[in-house]
Structures are given as structure tokens and as C-alpha cells.
């Protein structure tokens, strides 16, 4: 029935932004007026804009500035911040922000707003990690002391992603859904899971957007190519089966990510922690593990489950500069997984295509998440390849707030993006495990790693920091390379069709988003 609502209600959008006249007019009406309206998955228009809650970690945040920002190249550089001071030992941050900024309704943006932003993260203790943060305070107006518990080297990337909040206007249950921030787009309208409209914020301290207005709807896969062709959408994302759709007055854009789907192997046995299974009696095998990192056919699965749109990957995205190319290796080695799989003991002794090992099957079941189909049709054609070494995987798709929760049992498809660092000690280092529900969902525990790991946080120059990062994946004897506490399939290139009239500018590789990636330059948009 929600389904069914939602449904009726984009229709209704539709109809309503087509008004009486022909679709090419809407689109041309629009022009005239500098407005788009898009349709870039569910995250967009999902509500939640807040910061301190994780909002702008896995996708671009139109409404608030940060500290620091990436700019197109993906580099960092200040943004809020114009000053930045270092102690020797790493544990002192003074960093002197902007004057004379305002937020989106006119009040001033000043340090104690910035010192509000953090500890509200830091108390809130969910996605946003802040552990290492001992204290925050505001020397001036314009001066922000941040002090560390241990020195932390992606302490810098943290502040390009947690957007600035206002202390006079925050409401921790109601602020997700009306955001009021200092970046260049402020919100107008919104209702959740249906529409958003956002405008230019007319007190941005930077260059304004070149577009008037932005109307985001919530269109399904199964409706958005009938809406594209009806002339009312001008940027959508598409299911990769549908990009290569021929469509009148609509061109296939394709946008480079730094996502790549990955799904996590519990490295240990089944058994139960406080009332919940944890560990996985298939996956725990290392040689189980091995056989499918070099036995599977990456570019096949690419091929069956996204069209295309992806590059074969065994490990984070090589457009980060910290991550070990040693890792990749050739795969589609079906004769050496299958004999890893023999000499550990995996044998199909009953010739029913399934091998087996002291009585139990090579079979396990991974999740795909319900509301990304791309993720899900990865699992399902993962599933397919699999066969061929005699491991049966059972995908079936299922809702993200419980497949995450499972995910230490019950294997589940990622989507790893993030320019961060910090990501590798999340999923790799073994205090993690557990923690904020989606931490190291692997159980990997490798002491040697977590030395790496460890070596590179506490750095205090980028250089060692990137050393230690690419030695943690891999130091010529132990790490990732082979113990596979991860099965990597590919970066996901994400494919868009839109308005052949509208100029997007340079869009870089950037996060996914699970759709919403290609509206980080929309500041830059126009319509030629």
C-alpha cells in the first residue's frame, strides 16, 4: 500500500510539473527558468540531513559547509576553516574559520556553533566517529581549539565531511528533515520519501549555484524510464539494464565512483554473543575464502548484474591514493580454486554439485539489499558464478536495518566508498568489530594489521600515514591479500540519463550515494 502511495503521489508530481502542455514544453519552461527537476534514488529524499548523525559521510551535503571540503580533484582544502595550526605531537588543532558567514535564515555562523556541531556528534556516539576527540572549545568567536586523545591522522577528513550545524536552531528529533545550514542550497520543501525542493542559499559565503531551483522526486526504477521519456525528469539514475535505452532529447552519463561492492566473509565460526549467532561455518574456512577470490569471474558477474558498468576490484578503489594495487590479482582461476578447495578437504563426494567437508555443505547465504537493486543483482549473479566451484550461495534480498544487523552471520553486499582512511580501520581493525553495528562486519583480526592500522592513525605526516595504510593491506607476508576477510567484485560506475541540453559540468570520480553521487558540482549545473 506505501508502495502503491508513493506511486500515486510521483505520478501526481509528474502531472503536475507537465501541466497542460507538451512534455518538450515543460522541459523547455524549466529551462527558461533555471530549474531541473531529477530523480537520484531514495537517499536524497530520505530525510535524515543531519550531520551529526552521519549525513554527508556517504554522499554529498548541498545544505551545510564543513571545515575542510574535497574539491574536484578530491583533495582536501579549507572551506570554513582559513587557518590551521598542528601541535608537533599531533594532539592540538587551532583552526580559525570564515567571518561574516550566516546561516541559510540569516543567523551568523560562529565557533561556538562549530564546537555545538561536535559534540553533538561526539555525544551522539553513531556514525560520525569522534572517539578520539577529548575536548572542543571556542577560544573566540572565530577560533575553534580541538584537543585528541592520541593523535589521529584523518582527524583533517573528518572535518570535510561533518557539515557545521546551528546551535540556536538545532532540534535533535525534528532538524534531519529541516535542515539549516550554511552551504550553497537551502531547503524550501520537503516530504519524505515523495519530493524535495531546494533553492540557492542567498547567504552563502561562496560562489552561488547557477540554477534557481532543484526539484528531487522519488521515482522507482520500475517507473523512471517512462518518466524520462515523458520529458519530466532531466537528470535520472537508471537500473544499468535500462541505461542503454535510446530516449529522445537524453544522453547516457556515466559518473566514475569510489564505491566498490564488496561482500563481508565471517573469518570466524559460528557461535553466539550475547544472545545473537555471530561467525559463519563456511566462511570461516580460509581456503572457502580463497577459492572465490581467484575463482570467480568478476567481469562476468559485472556484465549479468550491472550491465557493464563496473571494473573488476580486489580491493577499495585505486583512485584513493591510500590503497595497496598489490592486491590485485587474476581471477577466473577456476582449476586452482577448486583445487584449494580439494586439498583443504572440500569434496562433492555425492555428486550433487555441492562440495562438502566433514559432513557439511559449501553452501551459505549472502543479502542484498532490497531498496539498491544493483547491489542485490550482484549478489544474485556472484551467486551464479559460484557454482562452478561447487559452493552454493542462496542470495536473497532483504531490508539494510536488518541486514546489517546480521551481517557478522549472514554475509551481506557492501557498498565501500569513502575518501577516508578512516573507512580501512572501521572494516579492518579488529577493536572495531562490532561497534556502531556496521563496523568490521568480518571479524577480522589480524594483529599485524592492527599495527599497520594503528601506525597510520597515530602518524603525524601523510606520507607514513599512506606507507603504513598500503603495508596494512599487504606487507610482502600477512594482510588482506591473503586472508580475504573481504570477497571485492568491482567500482561501480553509475549510469545516468540526462537532458542533452543540460551542461553538468566536470563530474570527477566521486561517492555513489546510492544514486545522489552526480549532484556533488550541482552548484555548477546549467542549462546550455
Known amino acids: 500500500m506505501k508502495k502503491l502511495l508513493v506511486l500515486m503521489l510521483t505520478l501526481v508530481c509528474l502531472a503536475c510539473l507537465a501541466g ?3 512534455s518538450n514544453d515543460a522541459s523547455s519552461e524549466r529551462m527558461k527558468n533555471g530549474e531541473v527537476v531529477i530523480s537520484v534514488g531514495k537517499y536524497m529524499i530520505s530525510g535524515g ?15 551545510h559547509s564543513g571545515l575542510h571540503r574535497y574539491n574536484k580533484d578530491n583533495k582536501l582544502e579549507k572551506d570554513l576553516a582559513t587557518d590551521v595550526a598542528v601541535s608537533g605531537d599531533g594532539l592540538e588543532y587551532i583552526i580559525k574559520i570564515k567571518k561574516d558567514v550566516k546561516f541559510s535564515d540569516g543567523k551568523p ?7 555545538f556541531t561536535y559534540q553533538t556528534a561526539k555525544d551522539a556516539k553513531n556514525a560520525v566517529d569522534l572517539a578520539f576527540l577529548e575536548s572542543v572549545q571556542a577560544i573566540d568567536d572565530y577560533t575553534v581549539k580541538f584537543t585528541l586523545n592520541k593523535a589521529w591522522a584523518p582527524f ?36 519524505k520519501e515523495q519530493q524535495l525542493i531546494m533553492v540557492p542559499n542567498e547567504n552563502y559565503y561562496g560562489e552561488k549555484p547557477k540554477l534557481k531551483k532543484v526539484t528531487v522526486l522519488n521515482i522507482g526504477e520500475d517507473a523512471i524510464l517512462a518518466a524520462v521519456k515523458s520529458g519530466q525528469v532531466d537528470v535520472a539514475f537508471v537500473n544499468p539494464e535500462y541505461a542503454n535505452a535510446k530516449v529522445e532529447g537524453m544522453k547516457l552519463t556515466v559518473m566514475d565512483s569510489i564505491d566498490a561492492f564488496a561482500v563481508n566473509l565471517p573469518m570466524v565460526a559460528e ?9 559463519n561455518n563456511i566462511t570461516s574456512d580460509l581456503a572457502i575464502r580463497q577459492a572465490l577470490n581467484i575463482g ?31 592486491l590485485t590479482e587474476k581471477d577466473n582461476r577456476v582449476e586452482e580454486a577448486i583445487q584449494i578447495l580439494e586439498n583443504a578437504g572440500w569434496i562433492d563426494s555425492d555428486g550433487d554439485g555441492i562440495r562438502e567437508k566433514n559432513g ?19 549478489a544474485v549473479a556472484l551467486a551464479k558464478n559460484a557454482e562452478k566451484l561447487g559452493i552454493k550461495i542462496e542470495a536473497k534480498s532483504m ?3 536488518e541486514a546489517r544487523k546480521i551481517a557478522k552471520n549472514i554475509p551481506t553486499m557492501w557498498a565501500f566508498g569513502d575518501f577516508s582512511p578512516q573507512a580501512y580501520y572501521s572494516y579492518f581493525h579488529s577493536s572495531q568489530i562490532g561497534k556502531n553495528v556496521i563496523n568490521n562486519p568480518a571479524m577480522y583480526n589480524n594483529p599485524i594489521v592492527d599495527e599497520h592500522i594503528m601506525a597510520a592513525m597515530n602518524a603525524t605526516d601523510w606520507n607514513t600515514v599512506v606507507a603504513e595504510f598500503k603495508l596494512a593491506q599487504w606487507d610482502g607476508q600477512t594482510g588482506p591479500k591473503v586472508d580475504i576477510p573481504y570477497l571485492w567484485i568491482c567500482t561501480v560506475k553509475v549510469p545516468y540519463l540526462v537532458n542533452d541540453k543540460l551542461d553538468l559540468g566536470v563530474l570527477g570520480v566521486n561517492e555513489r550515494g546510492q544514486g545522489m553521487g552526480i549532484v556533488t558540482n550541482i552548484d555548477t549545473w546549467t542549462w546550455k
Not at 161 to 190: C, M, Q, R
Not at 360 to 378: C, E
Open 296 to 326: 570467480i569471474n568478476r567481469e562476468e558477474i559485472i556484465k549479468n548484474a550491472l550491465n557493464g558498468f563496473g571494473e573488476p576490484t580486489m580491493n577499495f578503489s585505486k583512485d584513493l591514493d591510500w590503497t595497496n594495487e598489490a
Open 109 to 115: 555562523l560562529t565557533a561556538r556553533d562549530v564546537v
Open 360 to 378: 557439511v555443505k559449501a553452501t551459505f547465504t549472502i543479502t542484498g539489499r532490497s531498496n539498491d537493486l544493483q547491489r542485490y543483482n550482484t
Open 399 to 401: 531490508a539494510w536495518s
Open 49 to 63: 540531513y543531519d550531520p551529526t548523525l552521519g549525513w554527508g559521510m556517504w554522499g554529498p551535503d548541498p545544505f
Open 20 to 22: 497542460c502542455g507538451k
Open 271 to 279: 557461535h553466539e554473543e550475547n544472545g545473537v549467532l555471530v561467525g
Open 156 to 191: 583533517i577528513e573528518t572535518t570535510a565531511t561533518l557539515g557545521i550545524v546551528p546551535e540556536h536552531a538545532y532540534k535533535k528529533d525534528t532538524y534531519g528533515d529541516n535542515p539549516i545550514g550554511s552551504g550553497p542550497w537551502k531547503v524550501i520543501s520537503f516530504q
